[in-house]
């Protein structure tokens, strides 16, 4: 998943209550460069006050994982671009 704005937080809430990436081979990745901003409080609902600051993506990973245990969940800080095309490459896709 790239993004953990507005939709990127409610897939990633669906995705922890509905359990998936929740088997032994399941697995959902999060990317977002950016950082949680006041702003975004009223939008996107894994965000509270204290989070203001923190990376996106870690702290909505964070937020799913402890609405699901069982969720295989991980984040990353990058931007999804040609520079990082040795992260996100054709083996990860």
Known sequence: MVGSGALGCELLKA???IGIGC???GKVHNTDNDYIE???LNRQFLFHPPHVGKSKSQTACMIAKQMNGELNVQSYTSLVSSDTESLFNDKFW
């Open 15 to 17: 995705f922890a209550l």
């Open 23 to 25: 088997s032994e081979q």
């Open 38 to 40: 006041v702003s975004n």
